[in-house]
């Protein structure tokens, strides 16, 4: 079972090796989890594979997927007893009548803000169902798993994706830059923004001139070298991720990975739904690593091309309102910082992995639409054949 599974991580391109296998077999014949007084459970065998196997934290969600793959189906024990009472009662998925979700109630963002504050001062239990307390099931403004056209959710998993504010510690991933790409059209499509220079050390043979300098010689050989050619193209390339962007990860993965192969000078940022005051580079650490957007648009000159890629989709409070962020406490708006980066990088464009079909029905993708000056392509062939044209400009 252990060699297929070491094939499966291999094919998923994690750099494992036969002696950390080994390192692996010997663990488990050492009862280093599950002794044999009780049975391994299939949680600890992940942490034990990952610690053994993964040797770069950056593998973590490639190993997490291969190991997912490989094991889909396995039954595990689970001791009902151990799980809290009031897992198992609560009701996260409540049947509501159409007319009980055309009567939800729709407040505008400063009522909303004020009657949160009071339902905290005033609530004292947990709610079930229900259209005033925060609570599950509902259609309250506040809580989760219920229906609101424009509410806060607190905890849970988005259901609607209708929130204008969320309360939680959200985790999110960092795109994989080494995906291994399906199609190569995406490779050639970026290959029109290029603009060759010869820099470096002179590496590279320059046959005309070895030729012209030989003949001169009067045929004894004279080696010329150049430097070799390189795509100057310089690439600001800012990513959303998580929420509705995690529809889009393995589009997003593959448009990054071509990028860091096709220009030499790419800088990327990460930052959730529009941009603020402050993007970030490893998910992981996004609340610790921080990056000021001003010091990214006083760092990086005109000469760079501005991509965003980006859904677009969220509520128009983000985009508009301060403090319209959905979980961020923004004091201006994100409208501000897209005018202030569209302004310091004129060649820009924003790709769109969402069906250009559907960008009409959602209000914040032409917000964004407009902010971008109509610079806004779907993630396609054709879109990307458009946009690195708009860059060439």
């Known amino acids: ?165 969320v309360w939680e510690q959200r985790t999110y991933r960092d795109y994989d830059d080494s995906q291994e790409l399906g199609t190569r059209n995406i490779k050639l499509a970026l290959r029109r923004l290029r603009q060759f220079a010869r820099s470096g050390n002179e590496l590279e043979l320059d046959l005309p001139g070895t030729i012209r300098a030989t003949a001169a010689n009067a045929g004894w050989l004279d080696l010329r070298l150049v430097p070799e050619r390189h795509n100057s193209v310089k690439v600001l390339l800012l990513l959303d991720v998580g929420g509705s962007m995690d529809d889009h990860v393995k589009q997003v993965e593959e448009l990054f990975s071509a990028a860091r192969t096709e220009f030499k000078h790419l800088e990327f940022f990460y930052f959730h739904n529009c941009v603020y005051d402050h993007l970030w580079r490893n998910n992981r650490r996004r609340h610790g690593e921080k990056f000021d957007t001003w010091d990214v648009i006083r760092k990086y000159q005109q000469d760079y091309k501005l991509v965003f890629v980006g859904d677009a989709t969220m509520s128009p409070y983000e985009i508009l309102q301060p403090h319209g962020s959905v979980e961020y406490d923004n004091p201006e708006p994100g409208a501000e910082w897209l005018q202030r980066l569209t302004d310091a990088f004129p060649h820009c464009a924003w790709i769109n992995p969402e069906p250009q079909g559907v960008w009409q029905y959602r209000q914040s993708v032409e917000i964004i639409r407009e902010l971008m000056g109509k610079r806004m392509y779907p993630l396609t062939l054709q879109g990307l054949e458009q946009a690195m044209r708009q860059l060439m400009k």
């Not at 065998?45 to 291969?66: C, G």
Request: hydrophobic share 35%; with cysteine; aromatic share 10%.
């Open 1 to 165: 079972m252990l060699i297929d599974f070491f094939y499966s991580l291999r094919a998923a391109r994690l750099p494992v090796s036969v002696k950390e296998l080994l390192t692996l077999l010997e663990c488990l014949q050492a009862d280093v989890v599950g002794p044999r007084s009780e049975a391994c459970s299939l949680d600890d065998f992940y942490f034990l594979a990952r610690t053994v196997l993964v040797k770069d934290e950056k593998h973590f969600d490639r190993f997490d997927r291969a190991f997912g793959a490989y094991f889909h189906g396995v039954e595990q024990r689970v001791d009902l007893s151990e799980i809290p009472a009031d897992w198992l009662k609560q009701e996260l998925e409540r049947l509501l009548s159409a007319e009980q979700k055309a009567n939800a109630p729709r407040l505008d963002w400063d009522l909303l803000m004020e009657t949160l504050k009071k339902r905290l001062e005033e609530q004292k239990e947990k709610h079930e169902g229900g259209n005033k307390w925060i609570g599950t099931g509902g259609t309250s403004p506040f809580g989760h798993g219920g229906h609101n056209p424009q509410g806060i959710r607190i905890g849970g998993q988005s259901k609607n994706r209708s929130a204008v504010k």
